[in-house]
Nanobody, 126 residues
Framework: QVQLVESGGGSVQAGGSLRLSCAAS????????MAWFRQAPGKERKEVLA????????YYADSVVGRFTISQDNAKNTLDLQMNSLKPEDTAMYYC???????????????????WGQGTQVTVSS
């Protein structure tokens, strides 16, 4: 059974940085698509931010490319999201998600992910 637990959220001023971690168990990174999503207040759907699968090239949404970096920490067995140059519009609940990889690119839609963490809140003030 895949289990995901996020940590690292908090409040920061615009321009600041945060590092989110997703402690994962019950699977291997190469067989799963691992993603970070966020859901802003009042938004119905979760927005994909970055996707990681083993040794493939990570995917980044246009809204975060150049500012966010997704990576795997082998020592801690976590999937991390380094967030730099944060903006007030980055304020949201951030989620780690996983889905078994079948073939081709990993999905960009939240409905395609089977496993979710509980979320961690990120608040960016201006």
């Amino acid at each position: 059974q895949v289990q995901l637990v996020e940590s690292g959220g908090g409040s920061v001023q615009a321009g600041g940085s945060l590092r989110l971690s997703c402690a994962a168990s019950g699977y291997t990174y190469t067989n799963y698509c691992m993603a970070w999503f966020r859901q802003a207040p009042g938004k119905e759907r979760k927005e994909v931010l970055a996707i990681y699968r083993g040794r493939t090239i990570p995917y980044y949404a246009d809204s975060v490319v150049g500012r966010f970096t997704i990576s795997q920490d082998n020592a801690k067995n976590t999937l991390d999201l380094q967030m730099n140059s944060l903006k007030p519009e980055d304020t949201a609940m951030y989620y780690c998600a996983a889905a078994p990889w079948r073939e081709g690119p990993c999905a960009l839609w939240d409905t395609r992910y089977n496993y979710w963490g509980q979320g961690t809140q990120v608040t960016v003030s201006s």
